[in-house]
């Protein structure tokens, strides 16, 4: 049963480390994980598959504000008095400081992975069940046969849930499976090429407030850039294009800033719209084109507080747990959660149906496994339990 996971093209973690463990009995669980992700600090940072974007993304931003302290500072410390100009530059590197660490927590950050299983779940349990509110909209061909589909009540609305086949379960509601990462993620955003990492569930508020300080910042350069050239034109009672030849730098940071703000207000427009009517970019993407009502709309105040005002979950997966190298496998992600799954009060109404009857093949899953701690078989239960509009 055992197959070498560690071979497959989708995991990157760190080979040297890799075969000195093979030797061993147990690897850490991220050394055997089959979504695309990279590791760092052994498995304590969880980054999507392009970790270069970061660094992209980390040279737009801290270039121009480099410009901005070397070029510009110079002018606004001589034209404020009481060294209001430092306090100037001084805010402009807090700001930058808060967006690397923003940018760090958005793209370091688990986004909400549902572990994958081993093995498709039961099709007679899928079909059979009356627990939950499901019903079977076909059969697959094949040695096993499960709904491709499933409705599923939501608020009192019917949506239709997936099931994946890479990880073998049924999505758990507003998840998608991101063919970058190659991970089902938890109230799928989307995968953001600028940060490498997909935005979901447990990376989407920090993403926002990346986002909407990077606008801010963008915008103080702008101004403050305007400020100089206007300082430079009345100290020198020159025309603005003479002060735009005395501070080049100015000028540069003043169009690309413009530029940037212009992204980056519509952005942030455009996610702070999401989040008061509770959508995410995937779910604004389908509704509209299905002409669909959104089953999750609570109303603009809950809407903000789900998003701002609750508990950060816990991470379904404990990354540096051992596993043993004869089973490593991904399912076994789901038999090594992190501490406990908080899900908010929303969620929990929303799932509690479920949770029956896939807590029951979990549990089994974990007996196979030897796994008999009472905790993590809740938590099992909690992650096969979900199921998802497709
Ligand atoms: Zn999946
Ligand atoms: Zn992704």
Known sequence: MYSPQWLSPGNRCNSKERINNTNGSQLRLYQTWKGRNRFFLGGRFVFGPDIRALFLTLFLILVPVALFCAFVSRGLVDAFPHRLGYLIVAISLIFSALIVILLLLTSATDPGIVPRNAHPPDADDECETSSISTSCLGSQTGPVSLPPMKNVTVNGIVVK???????????????????????????????????????????????????????????????????????????????????????????????????????????????????????????????????????????????FKDIFCTGMASSRINFRAKVNADRSSSFNASSYLGGGTTTNSSDTHKMKNFDIEVGRRQADDIDECKETDSRTRSSVGGVGADRCEG
């Open 161 to 303: 849930v997936k099931y994946c086949k890479t990880c073998m379960l049924y999505r758990p509601p507003r998840c998608s499976h991101c063919s970058i990462c190659d991970n089902c993620i938890e109230r799928f955003d989307h995968h953001c090429p600028w940060v490498g990492q997909c935005i979901g569930k447990r990376n989407y508020r920090y993403f926002f407030m990346f986002v909407s300080t990077t606008n801010l910042l963008s915008l103080y350069v702008f101004v403050f850039c305007w400020v100089n050239i206007k300082k430079i034109m009345e100290a020198h009672h020159c025309n603005i294009w003479r002060a735009l030849v005395k501070s080049p730098a100015s000028g540069i940071l003043i169009m690309y800033t413009f530029v940037v703000s212009w992204f980056l207000g519509g952005l942030t427009a455009f996610h702070l719209y999401l989040i008061i009517t509770n959508q995410t970019t995937y779910e604004n993407y389908r509704y509209r084109y299905e002409r669909k009502m959104n089953p999750f709309n609570l109303g603009c105040a809950r809407n």
